[in-house]
């Protein structure tokens, strides 16, 4: 496709073609294998101008070959299509039916601008972009909101933020159909993508993906890596009623125990609870696994209690029923965290104290498999030396003041978070400072020119009087003799 169509497509084609796309990932996606190398030079053209899905390494698949690492999906995709989490799925992953809406996304920014995505950039560079810096390809402005709207959730960092295949074919059909009826498109300019959040650190694809019903158990949805456990409004309750367009765009009516009369909340603030799990709750099996990591993250679970789990260490999500596992300690952004005593040999390097025993970190990141990255904001650090570390949940445990069993280790804690809140601390000083520093010099400013004025007044009166008694340049008195 790429060879014969050659630059920019006009939209009512992208669209068209999009339509196709989707069609062949849902077909796919169904019988639960993912592509991971979708590009423009991948998908063909019949004699009647529609698309097929062409070489995407499904033979890996077909014949059941497992991917033994992360080499195995490097060569199963193309560094400028890859999601985030395809460049090292066993850490930042696992691979999921999102990951092929990132390549999705790339494909149609590609036909609608004519320059594959980072163009002319490294293997090297393209990772620190997506991987590191987190940037995202950008599209093409004066698109439809609709399509500008899913375009960009394709390329949300985080996979469960993005749409579902799904989701993507309604609004492309939908678009397709607005296009056709307006007669076409303006636009040629590229600006950054602007993140979709309702403002609860959920995307509005995210909240789409599990629709209420009657007799569902539910709960106040948790914040996304909250720093503690907030309060909920509604501990758990029962759906009574619905009243809305099913999108989770309307209002639950929610008979909570205790409670006489049903409470009417929004459905974008309640999370589905099945045999007392909910998708984003911290998990772990009841029976170990030495092949990748006991604690994850419940990705899905449906009402026959089947779970879908990301778990550090696999490269796909782990599928499997409700009853093989238990709740697990949570973990969120900003805990101070270090190695369990019983840890000798960890999954991931971990830096030590000057007195050999491990050190306290502070969680910075958590990934959607459960693999936290851990800063270290009290260590000195020299040269190319790293900081910030990768862990295992199942491998650390929570330090906190009230869990250091001496007045040495509250010492040190306090200490971890004397440095932890110190840049903080310093860049507010010097916000002060610069505020106070500019509304002194303002006010200094304004007297010295209020000072100037008067002068200037001053000097103008005396110049006034001194004309006076001069006309023309001749004294008054001289003047009245002549």
Known sequence: MARLKGGKLPLSDVLRYGVEIAKGLLDLHSLGLLVLNLKPSNLLLNEHDHLVHGD?????LLLGIP???????????????MAPEQWEPEVRGPLSFETDVWGFGCCIVEMLSGIQPWFGKSVEEIYHSVVIKKEKPQIPSGLPPAVENVISGCFEYDFRNRPLIADILQEFKSS????NNDGGWIGLESHPLREKTNGSGYSTWYLAKDSLKVGDTVRSRKPPNAQRPQT??????????????????????????GMH???????????RVTSGLAVGDWVCLKEKNNKHSSVGILLAVQRDNTVAVGFLGLETTWIGNSSQLQMAKAYYVGQFVRLKANVVTPRFEWPHKKAGAWANGRISEVFPNGCLLVEFPGRLVFGNEPNTYLADPAEVEEVSFDSCPNMVEKYQHLEDF???????????GLFVTIKLGTCAGRNVAARLKKGHRNRQHNQGSGNSSWLGIFRGGVPATVASNR
């Open 56 to 60: 995407f390494g499904i033979p890996y």
């Open 67 to 81: 991917m033994s690492d992360s080499s195995m999906a490097l060569r199963l995709g193309t560094p400028n299509y």
């Open 176 to 179: 397709r159909n607005a296009v």
């Open 232 to 257: 909920m409004d509604i501990s758990e309750g029962i759906v009574a009623g619905l009243d809305g367009d099913g999108e989770r765009n309307g209002f639950a009516l929610v008979k909570v125990p």
């Open 261 to 271: 009369k049903p409470l009417r909340v929004q459905e974008s603030t309640l999370e």
């Open 418 to 428: 004397h440095w932890a809140v110190r840049p903080l601390a310093i860049a507010l």
